[in-house]
């Protein structure tokens, strides 16, 4: 798994990186939901991708 940075979102969103730094504190779940997309983005996982996971865990969490 390839772990985000905030230039990775800085180039996802085409902004500078202080202005992703600042949403830390002015913005902090806008930048969850940033951080998730673009964690999904770097590492090729979409909409379908992640259905799959879900299901798949919640099978394993069935059979314990």
């Not at 830390?24 to 983005?41: D, N, T, V």
Request: glycine share 6%; hydrophobic share 35%.
């Amino acid at each position: 798994m390839k772990n985000i940075t905030n230039s990775d979102i800085s180039q996802y969103t085409g902004r500078s990186n202080s202005t992703v730094a600042g949403w830390s504190s002015k913005q902090p779940k806008m930048l969850e939901i940033i951080r998730l997309g673009a964690l999904c983005k770097k590492n090729n996982l979409d909409e379908e991708k992640i259905i799959k996971l879900i299901e798949l865990q919640e099978m394993i969490r069935g059979k314990e």
